[in-house]
């Protein structure tokens, strides 16, 4: 099946240094993967839409700024969260869609557990 | 409009007997709806999806029943097993973005 990676599973950082999180698509190429934020408890929220070769589509209230992302090739998309806060500490998930013959399914990392401190 | 919203919060079910988790969208667009399970810690894993061409899939234990009509779709666990404890969440999306809005979730625990 499908395989979605994402690097590391956790992490933990001082607040105001930065910390890159990759995700990749290990057995098949995903020209469109999106990324995600989840509180404790609570549902997936979409951040923003990475394009391989182009600029991300960010969500309605997320700062592009602050949450960078690069889709460098078609199988890794990175995001770089920049001068992390506390308020930033978070699950952060990615899923890159993989096009079958009956349709495109979406396929998710095991996350990536950002603690700022 | 683009809001799926998801009931119960939380389920408590014994061993064995049938959980059913219930979902409802507004957007008239999305055209995929799968299910999600996920464990604390981890990424979500897609358990079953419908389209609205049909009207109810089986997978096992597994059952999607979709009402295009009424806007609203169910999964039902038959049998359900203690490992079945999870959140669950339904989502909904259209096929030419693929951009998942989620359900709020259903914490699953099945007692055994």
């Known amino acids: 099946g499908a395989v979605v990676s994402q690097h590391p599973s956790w992490v933990i950082c001082k607040s105001g240094t930065s910390v890159k999180i990759e995700c990749r698509s290990l057995d098949f190429q995903a020209t469109t993967m999106f990324w995600y934020r989840q509180f404790p408890k609570q549902s997936l929220m979409l951040m923003a839409t990475?394009?391989?070769?182009?600029?991300?589509?960010?969500e309605q209230g997320v700062e592009k700024d602050k949450f960078l992302i690069n889709h460098a090739s078609l199988t890794l998309s990175t995001l770089t969260v920049t001068s992390a806060h506390p308020e930033d500490s978070s699950f952060y998930i990615c899923?890159?869609?993989?096009?079958?013959?009956?349709?495109?399914?979406?396929?998710f990392g095991q996350g990536t557990r950002l603690t700022v401190v | 409009q683009q809001q799926v919203k998801q009931s119960p919060q939380s389920l408590i079910v014994q061993k064995g007997g049938i959980s059913i988790i219930n979902c409802a969208y507004e957007?008239?667009?999305?055209?995929?709806f799968p299910w999600y399970q996920q464990f604390p810690g981890k990424g979500p894993a897609l358990l079953i999806a419908i389209r609205p061409d049909v009207s109810e899939k089986k997978e096992g234990r597994f059952t999607i029943s979709f009402n295009k009509s009424a806007k609203q779709f169910s999964l039902h666990i038959m049998d359900s097993q203690p490992g079945d404890s999870a959140t669950y969440f339904c989502?909904?999306?259209?096929?030419?973005?693929?951009?998942?809005?989620f359900g709020t979730g259903t914490r699953l625990k099945v007692l055994a």
């Open positions: 899923s890159a869609n993989l096009k079958r013959t009956s349709g495109t399914e979406a396929f």
């Open positions: 989502a909904a999306t259209t096929s030419g973005t693929y951009k998942y809005i």
């Open positions: 990475s394009n391989e070769g182009s600029k991300a589509t960010y």
């Open positions: 957007n008239t667009a999305f055209d995929y």
